[in-house]
């Protein structure tokens, strides 16, 4: 995982790095301890509370076969760390981070409470996932075809999905839409948009052509659409990825167009809405009159 919390009672995730791991622990105890003569570095899970222990913090000078610096990653520990955090099997073995549940399927939890949580966060932060959900696939995607979205979710009742969580749920929320069109779409800003409009570009039937993802030829009944799949956790390093795939298909033939692997960034989403919540709260005292 690439987020901690040293707060035993937040559960928002602070993105993992050097600045923020020594800022928010002031390099010190209980997080800083040293264990068999060695200097050893601990946080708390944000999901689940238990102890985690953060691997290759200072690694500048460690290489790996290829010459790579060693990735800085966090790791359940499955103990108690004193000071840090009593470890509870049950709340690792229903922590979302150590044991995200596989996306796909739908099989549902019902637990109310969740349930609320979710549906709070699309409801009254809708703008949040819109971006979030865009800049993810790199598609601009219309309000219209959002507001199919969202009826897709609220119908099958993904807010009950045991893969959905409030930290991936612009990925749960893409991935349970199965495959969504997007003829004619633009793009949205993103990292991966030139790359797209070259995939694109590079297509049988389709071209990035004033702005839009058209067809290259208009007699064509041909169609283009993207979906998520393939999730995946590495119990090494307790981090999951999934595919964005762009397909295209005219008759009975279809193309892979575009596939990327990309990492699930677990915290930017939900510190977003946080970010929202504290901007709302600037306003709260200006009366209406
Ligand atoms: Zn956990």
Known sequence: ???????????????????????????????????????????????CKN??????????????ENNNKLP???????????????????????????????????????????????VSLIKFYPVVLFNEIRSITGIDFSEKAFGKMINTFIKAEGFYYKYITKYNLPYGFLNMQKSISIYNNKLYPSSIKNELIDNINKSNFFQFNKFHITPKSKDMFCEIVIYLANHKFDKKFESETIEI???EKFEEVSNVVYEKTIEL????????????KRINSLTNNIILE
């Open 1 to 47: 995982m690439d987020v901690f919390q040293i707060k035993i009672d937040d559960d928002r995730p602070i993105q993992l790095n050097v600045k923020n791991y020594e800022r928010y622990t002031k390099k010190s105890d209980p997080f800083y301890i040293i264990e068999n003569n060695k200097l050893k570095y601990y946080a708390i899970c944000p999901a």
């Open 51 to 64: 102890p985690i222990q953060v691997i290759n913090l200072y690694v500048d000078k460690k290489f790996d």
């Open 72 to 118: 800085l990653y966090a790791k359940h520990v499955k103990r108690s760390v004193i000071g840090v955090a009593d470890y509870l099997q049950e709340a690792y073995d229903n922590c979302p981070m150590a044991n995200p549940n596989k996306f796909g399927g739908n099989e549902k939890h019902r637990n109310k409470k969740l349930r609320n949580e979710i």
């Open 245 to 247: 795939i762009i397909e």
């Open 265 to 276: 960034n677990l915290e930017k989403y939900i510190n977003t809405i946080e970010k929202q």
